[in-house]
């Protein structure tokens, strides 16, 4: 199955890249994909304030590194297959 999808990723990357969204000096960045409430632990620290105190859901499915541009909610939706 990896050898089925694994070009088609090849050329939808070498389409963004022509297009701008991966320059070359692009980095990776740590991701993670399902920072939804369910996800974020907090402490309440006054009445206006809360503060971040830890992350869930960890795995590989959802946190990954990736080019900077995989983190926006946009470009799950950017391409479509023509």
């Not at 050329?11 to 996800?39: Q, V």
């Not at 974020?40 to 990736?66: C, K, M, P, R, Y």
Request: charged share 20%; aromatic share 20%; hydrophobic share 45%.
């Amino acid at each position: 199955m990896v050898e089925m999808i694994w070009p088609k990723f090849v050329l939808i990357a070498k389409s963004m890249h022509s297009l701008g969204f991966i320059p070359n000096s692009d980095k990776f960045y740590f991701y993670h994909f399902d920072l939804y409430s369910r996800n974020i632990l907090v402490q309440i620290t006054s009445n206006s304030n809360v503060e971040v105190t830890g992350l869930l859901d960890w795995d590989a499915q959802f946190a990954i590194f990736a080019p900077k541009f995989a983190g926006e909610e946009w470009c799950k939706y950017a391409y479509t297959p023509e």
